[in-house]
C-alpha cells in the first residue's frame, strides 16, 4: 500500500520535488531496488510467466545503461504490519504469507539468478524499503527505485518510479528534501503527516483527507497535537492507535553496516544452464538477450566516449579562446587568476 494519496499530495502542494527523467539520465548511478515490489510487478504484468524472466530482462537492461543495481530482499517484517500483509495475500490468492523472513524457494530462485548476473543483493534485517533508504542516507547508494512511497519517510533523500525500462516511460524522481522545504515541515513532522494519511502500520483517522492533513500538520506540527484539534465524532480516532510505533518504525529502523558491493560479468553458460535446463526458459531467449544486451552496452559505451572526447575537445577550443583574446592590457597575472579558477573536468 505504501502512503495513501501521498504522490497525489506532492503533485499538487509541491510539484517541484518532482522531475521527470528518461531512464538513460542514470548511468553511473548505484540504484537500491526494493526487490519484492520488483517481483510483485512481474506477477502483475505475466501471471503465467515466472518472474524470474521479468528479473533477468529488467537487470540487463540496467546493466546495458551502465546503471549498478543492487536488490533488496525483506527480512522480517514488524508485527505491525502482520494486517496488513495477510489482506496482500488474501488479495492475490496467496495461502499464507511470510512473517519469519526466512528465504522461500523463489526469493532463493532470484538471490541466485543475479549471482549468475554479477549483481549484488543485500538481506535487509526488517522491510526492504527502510533499509533501500539508510543505503541512500549512508551514501552506499545514489537512489532508491520503488513504487512504494514509503521509501520517503523512512528517509530516501531520492525516490524514483517507473525505472522499468520501457522506451516510451517516463521515468519519476521524488526529492525528500525540495519536498520537506516546499512542504514547510521537518522530517519528523512528514513522517507524522504520512501516518496520518495512511500507512501499512497502523489504522488511521477516518474521514481525514490528505489536504486536511498537510494543513493540522502545518499548524500543529505533531499527531498529538492534531487529536487535540479534530472533531472526534466526524474524524473519529481508532481505538489503541499504534501512530506512536508507526512513528518509530520510519524514524528508528533497523540498521546494519553498509556491505561492499561488487559488480562482475554475467556468467552466460550458468545461465542457461540454470533459466533453460532448471526453470524451462527457451534457450534461444537467453543467448538471443545476452547478445543484443553485449551489443547494446558497447555500443551505449562508445557513443558517450565519443560525446565525452568532444565534450573535451570543445572545453580545450574555448579554454585557447579566452586565452588568445585576453583583453590588451589586462595583467597576466589577473587571467591566471581566472584561469585557476574554472572548474576543469573531472577525469574517471
Not at 474524524?235 to 489503541?240: A, K, L, M, R
Amino acid at each position: 500500500m505504501g502512503i495513501l494519496k501521498l504522490a497525489d499530495l506532492i503533485r499538487s502542494d509541491a510539484p517541484d520535488a518532482i522531475s521527470y527523467k528518461d531512464i538513460s539520465d542514470y548511468t553511473g548511478k548505484i540504484i537500491a531496488l526494493d526487490t519484492s515490489i520488483v517481483m510483485n510487478q512481474f506477477r502483475a504484468a505475466t501471471p503465467t510467466l515466472s518472474p524470474l524472466t521479468g528479473l533477468f530482462f529488467r537487470t540487463l537492461t540496467f546493466l546495458e545503461h551502465d546503471i549498478k543495481p543492487v536488490f533488496v530482499f525483506d527480512g522480517k517484517p514488524p508485527g505491525e504490519k502482520k494486517t496488513v500483509l495477510e489482506k496482500r495475500a488474501k488479495a492475490a490468492g496467496w495461502s499464507s504469507t511470510n512473517h519469519t523472513g526466512t528465504a522461500s524457494a523463489q526469493t532463493k530462485d532470484c538471490l541466485h539468478l543475479l549471482k549468475l548476473l554479477g549483481v549484488p543483493f543485500i538481506q535487509a534485517p526488517g522491510d526492504g524499503e527502510a533499509h533501500c533508504a539508510q543505503l541512500v542516507r549512508a551514501g552506499t547508494v545514489d537512489a532508491v527505485a520503488s513504487e512504494d512511497m514509503d521509501t520517503l519517510p523512512f528517509g530516501a533523500n531520492i525516490l524514483i518510479r517507473q525505472l522499468n525500462a520501457k522506451r516510451d516511460s517516463e521515468v519519476i524522481e521524488y526529492s525528500l528534501p525540495k519536498l520537506l522545504e516546499k512542504l514547510q515541515i521537518s522530517h519528523e513532522e512528514f513522517v507524522d503527516l504520512c501516518i496520518l494519511l495512511g500507512c501499512d502500520y497502523c489504522d488511521k483517522i477516518a474521514g481525514l483527507g490528505p489536504k486536511r492533513a498537510l494543513m493540522l500538520i502545518q499548524k500543529h506540527r505533531t499527531i498529538e497535537n492534531v487529536v487535540l484539534q479534530i472533531n472526534r465524532k466526524t474524524h473519529p480516532v481508532p481505538n489503541e492507535w499504534k501512530y506512536n510505533e508507526a512513528r518509530r518504525l520510519f524514524l528508528e529502523p533497523s540498521r546494519t553496516e553498509a556491505p561492499e558491493l561488487i559488480w562482475t560479468e554475467p556468467d552466460e553458460e550458468a545461465l542457461v544452464k540454470f533459466l533453460c535446463h532448471v526453470k524451462n526458459v527457451k534457450v534461444e531467449r537467453v543467448h538471443r538477450r545476452m547478445e543484443r544486451f553485449r551489443q547494446t552496452r558497447e555500443s551505449k559505451r562508445e557513443e558517450r566516449e565519443k560525446q565525452k572526447a568532444e565534450g573535451c575537445s570543445r572545453q580545450t577550443q574555448m579554454e585557447d579562446f579566452f586565452r588568445v583574446t585576453r583583453k590588451r592590457g589586462q595583467p597576466v597575472e589577473a587571467t591566471a587568476s581566472l584561469s585557476s579558477n574554472r572548474k576543469k573536468p573531472k577525469s574517471n
